[in-house]
């Protein structure tokens, strides 16, 4: 991108906060979403204001408060992006599977969590199977101002969930929070995973109207 169209993108956009919460096995399978990117002096390091894991409910709930909290209490114009990084329990279309202790977490039950959004939020579940799509619910329903969510639609590999984060965020750090920009991610996204998985639709958004994409679930 040319430095002019840098610069009219970044005019009107706060600063990118990207926040980071995942299951704590990831980790320790190497499976986990942070890259050299998001720490150790990656370039997205001053960017990045919080990484957290978690291994029961508890954890989960505190950590989401706690990152929620930050979000309200930053400038009003920031940009923030929530990566909850997690296996899913098959199925379900709403749980995060716990690896330690083998029970789970079901996101419906927590939409509290998100009574008071910030002004500019995207949520990425990269979550590789179970919390799709109606996990997307208890983000969206009833909240004003509604954030972006985006998600696997469908079981998908570790490294096209990662790599979609990049893309995901290569583009909030240029062009903010632009729902049509993060929409233009998704179809290419699609298109260059559709034969891998055999469906039009791998990754969905829950846009800030109230619309899903898929309209009907998986295609």
């Not at 909290?69 to 923030?80: F, Q, V």
Request: proline residues 5%; charged residues 20%.
């Amino acid at each position: 991108m040319s430095s002019y169209l840098s610069k009219v993108y970044k005019k009107d956009m706060g600063t990118l906060n990207i926040y980071v919460l995942e299951e704590k096995s990831l980790a320790k399978a190497g499976m986990s979403c942070m890259t050299s990117r998001l720490s150790n002096g990656g370039d997205l390091q001053s960017h990045v204001k919080e990484v957290v894991s978690f291994s029961d409910e508890k954890s989960f709930l505190s950590s989401i408060l706690s990152i929620v909290g930050k979000m309200l209490s930053s400038n009003s114009d920031a940009i923030n992006l929530l990566i909850i990084s997690a296996h899913g329990l098959d199925e379900t279309g709403t749980n995060i599977a716990l690896e330690e202790d083998g029970t789970s977490i079901n996101l419906r039950d927590h939409s509290d969590f998100f009574k008071v959004p910030p002004n500019h939020l995207v949520i990425y579940l990269s979550i590789c199977k179970g919390a799709y799509p109606g996990a997307f619910a208890c983000f969206c329903q009833g909240y004003e101002p509604k954030p972006i969510v985006v998600s696997p639609v469908v079981p998908i590999c570790p490294n096209d969930a990662n790599d979609f984060q990049h893309m995901l965020i290569d583009t909030m750090t240029i062009k903010s929070d632009n729902e049509d920009e993060i929409f233009k991610q998704i179809v290419l996204f699609n298109s260059k995973v559709k034969n891998s998985y055999n469906h039009d639709y791998t990754m969905g958004i829950f846009k800030r109207n109230g619309e899903w994409v898929p309209p009907q679930g998986i295609k």
